[in-house]
């Protein structure tokens, strides 16, 4: 084998290693050299969102967890969530599942093998053995014949597992941006429904289609034409954009009915993210409410009424018994992003209440599994079942909701233009895209083999980082 490949790069470990922070090289979202290197050299070493609390909410009840090739128990004990490599210590039969979405109880009978039928219960201790005397001693220890622990811990209503018992913590890996999220309410949320499809698309095309708002203008034009001066005073004025530039002559009782627009967009097109309890809320404080007093200019006028939007959802949501946060104070003390992401596969699009949810995990060198929650309060008491399993559908849909629907229709043909002649890299903005490159630069840090605490402290920096600019990692 040839010490570089055909493109000149150095093969060793990383075969497409980023040289320049704006240029991401193509192959490295079909090659299958590169797919490997993250399968033995990034997820090994990654927290990864594996379940939902709320469905292993009794003693005993288990979920099964799998990516690239290895599936995960996640069970509730009496002495807290805890996870277990998914395998009989006989002879490797999954012990339970099997599918990568099982889901059960294992508290009266434990976990069964299939194949001889040994046991286990919910502490991972063995507690039978099929004819014992067949067996020498010293295979039967039970140190041995424990099933073997998977770092496990819980935050923001999920388990997170790291293969990777020498790994930073998951607030080390993650930073401030958890505890911002957790002033958010996030631990508090529960699932209303769940969504999956199947993406002819490498997993971190389909991550990053979500990093930056650049997009708006082409692909969610409904979002463009509501509030044109938000998306315009951002990414850019020229001619051709969709959308017309601030009218100076705009009333603010316009704009506000614009606002409200806006609200209902996010609400229909995803769902969790805004929610129809708030935006009936805010529909209550819309232009023709005669108590409704703003200032003159829409420059004043806009983040008043945005202020008193929030305080009524939060006031009006506690009133039902709903443990939200006090949303004007957290924005100053804890302000959050448009979207957050926990690296490297789980993401939250949070803005009054609600969340939405996303999980991707690949299939593949060019094909990725794609989750949606919609997450928001309930009273206590009052929490619907959770869904246990998605709702899987085909990637274009209609039953998804529009926003998602229309990122969709980019990544399949993304992917497939990464293998047009002459395609050699990304060209990133350098000051709106930069959380790709650095996603990018952080999975060829794990490729590279960087000490842990050196992995962790890059990470920190993307937690805020959408439709941010290519930093320094220091790694």
């Known amino acids: 084998m040839a010490d570089i490949n055909s493109a000149g790069m150095p093969l060793a470990g990383n075969p497409y290693p980023i040289t320049r922070s704006e240029l991401i090289p193509a192959q490295r979202y079909y090659d299958e050299t590169f797919y490997r290197a993250e399968v033995e050299h990034l997820w090994p070493h990654v927290w990864q969102m594996a379940c939902r609390l709320e469905t292993i909410p009794n003693v005993g009840d288990w979920v099964e967890y799998t990516n690239v090739g290895k599936s995960v128990l996640v069970v509730r004990t009496k002495d807290g969530v805890k996870a277990y490599q998914n395998h009989c ?8 599942g099997g599918s990568g979405n099982a889901h059960g109880n294992c508290a009266k009978s434990g976990f069964i093998c299939p194949f001889h039928g040994w046991r286990w219960n919910m502490d991972g201790e063995s507690t039978f053995v099929y004819g014992k005397q067949l067996f020498s001693d010293d295979l039967l220890d039970q140190g041995e014949l424990a099933l073997k622990p998977v ?91 969709i959308g017309l530039p601030i009218d100076p002559d705009q009333t603010v009782e316009d704009n506000i009915r614009a606002q409200i627009d806006n609200l209902k967009l996010l609400g229909s097109g995803m769902a969790g993210m805004v929610h129809a309890k708030e935006i009936e809320i805010a529909e209550q404080l819309g232009p023709d409410n005669p108590d409704l007093q703003l200032p003159p200019t829409v420059a004043e006028a806009v983040p008043v009424w945005f202020g008193l ?32 992401y926990l690296f490297p596969h789980y993401f939250l699009l949070p803005f009054f209440t609600s969340y939405a949810s996303y999980r991707i995990r690949p299939l593949g060198p060019e094909k990725c599994l794609f989750e949606i929650w919609s997450l928001t309060h309930f009273p206590e008491g009052q929490e619907p079942e959770p869904p246990m399993e998605p709702t899987v559908l085909p990637y274009d849909s209609q039953d998804f909701p529009m926003i998602p629907r229309q990122d969709y229709s980019n990544i399949p043909i993304q992917q497939k233009g990464l293998h047009s002649e002459g395609f050699e890299f990304m060209r990133l903005a350098k000051d709106v895209e930069g959380l790709i490159s650095n996603y990018q630069r952080l999975i060829d840090a794990y490729i590279a083999g960087e000490p842990g605490a050196k992995l962790a402290a890059a990470n920190r920096k993307l937690g805020g980082n959408f439709d941010g600019p290519i930093l320094d990692l220091e790694i």
Not at 207 to 228: I, K
Not at 320 to 329: K, T
């Open 309 to 340: 939007v929030q305080d009524a959802i939060a006031r009006k949501l506690k009133e039902r018994g709903e443990n939200v946060p006090d949303l004007n104070a957290v924005c100053v003390s804890d302000p959050v992003n448009a979207v957050e």
């Open 89 to 96: 210590r006989h002879r490797g039969v999954p012990i339970a």
């Open 151 to 241: 770092r496990c811990e819980t935050w923001g209503g999920c388990a997170f597992i790291n293969h990777d018992m020498n790994a930073p913590s998951l607030k080390d890996s993650m930073g401030p941006v958890l505890d911002r999220l957790d002033a958010h309410g996030m631990s508090n949320v529960r699932s209303e429904w769940w969504f999956a499809t199947e993406l002819p698309a490498n997993w971190k095309i389909a991550m990053e289609a979500f990093m930056e708002g650049y997009h708006v203008m082409m692909t969610h034009p409904q979002l463009q034409r509501s509030v044109p001066g938000l998306y315009n005073a951002r990414y850019g004025n020229e001619t051709g954009g």
